[in-house]
């Protein structure tokens, strides 16, 4: 048996620097409500013509995290993508990094899971690792949002809280397994499908035809909707659920901790985990302030963000935890 480490880290995030303020000429907003209800400060948007995708981004991240494992990208044997807000409907843009970096002819996989899409991904990597059918596996988080965000008014719910950006990880075999990922838990609830959804472009409920047919500009299927209070409440109970469960799996205790990397949603969510486990501001690591909420990139860039600081350190337990649309929900238990 083997256990998976990351040897890895990288991220990208777009120049463009979209402030509150400027938030507020689009539309009825201000910096006082987004950061009093969710901490954010600005976040990055692609500027257009920038030539900035799901894949590019994605590619960008990968190439520094590659580099920091001291691997060649020949030596990378799978790649796992996770994001909502793919380049194209198919192919994920797995595909497209494999072919961006060069890498020969492995196989790529795409995870929907949006919010918790990183946490997927690191799960699916450790296990191909755990089984030893693979050594190094590139797993990515990417998103751009500010393409199909609606920056009216009708939309101000949810388009001030999205970021767009890019983190990945490399996660290699490890021979020593009291190190490294120790534990992956994964959990969904279908129920709540459609409290948190982008309805369109899907087949579920109308023909393609039907759709272009209307051109209708006041479609909102095509912009996310989220019911926020109801995902909130949700978010923190099954936040502290899934951190734990991880940490019972591995006989450690809230205060064996060593820095907790939420998924960045709300500031406030975090803020209440840190709270309830009583963790102190070095145990728990957010930077929504800077980039919103970047949905399947937002762990992995703060992960990067967390060790370029020189906040995770050798032997470390380090957790990661997220929560979002499905609802899908999970945990990372990892021993630096
Ligand atoms: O990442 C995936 C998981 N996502 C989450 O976990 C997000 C969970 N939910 C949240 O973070 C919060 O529910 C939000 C930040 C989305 C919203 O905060 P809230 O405190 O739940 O506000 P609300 O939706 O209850 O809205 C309160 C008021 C409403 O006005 P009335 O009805 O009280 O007059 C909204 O129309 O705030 C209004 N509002 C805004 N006002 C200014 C909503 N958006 C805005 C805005 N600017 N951007």
Known sequence: MYNSRITGLGYYVPDNVVKNEDLSKLMDTNDEWIQERTGIKERRWIKENSGDTTASMGVKAAKIAIERAGISKDDIDFIVFATLSPDYYFPGPGVQVQHDLGIKTVGAIDIRNQCSGFVYGISVADNFIKTGMYKNVLVIGSELHSRGLDKTTRGRGVSVIFGDGAGAAILSREEDTSKGILSTH?????????????????????????????????????????????????????????????????????????????????????????????????????????????????????????????????GDTVVLAAFGSGFTWGSVIMKW
Do not use: C
């Open 186 to 314: 994964l959990h969904s609830q279908g129920e709540f499908a459609e409290e948190l959804v982008v309805k369109a472009p899907g087949m579920g409920t109308r023909w393609v035809t039907d759709i272009l047919a209307e051109n209708n500009p006041d479609d909102e299927s095509y912009y996310p909707y989220m019911n926020g209070q109801f995902v909130f409440k949700n978010a923190v109970v099954r936040f502290s659920e899934v951190i734990m469960e991880g940490l019972i799996k591995n006989n450690l205790q809230v205060s064996d901790i060593d820095m907790l990397i939420p998924h960045q949603a709300n500031l406030r969510i975090s803020q209440f985990i840190q709270r309830k486990f009583k963790l102190n501001d070095d145990q728990v690591f957010n930077n929504i302030q800077k980039y919103g909420n970047t949905t399947a990139a937002s762990i992995p860039i703060a992960l990067t963000e967390a060790w370029e600081e020189g906040k995770i350190k050798e």
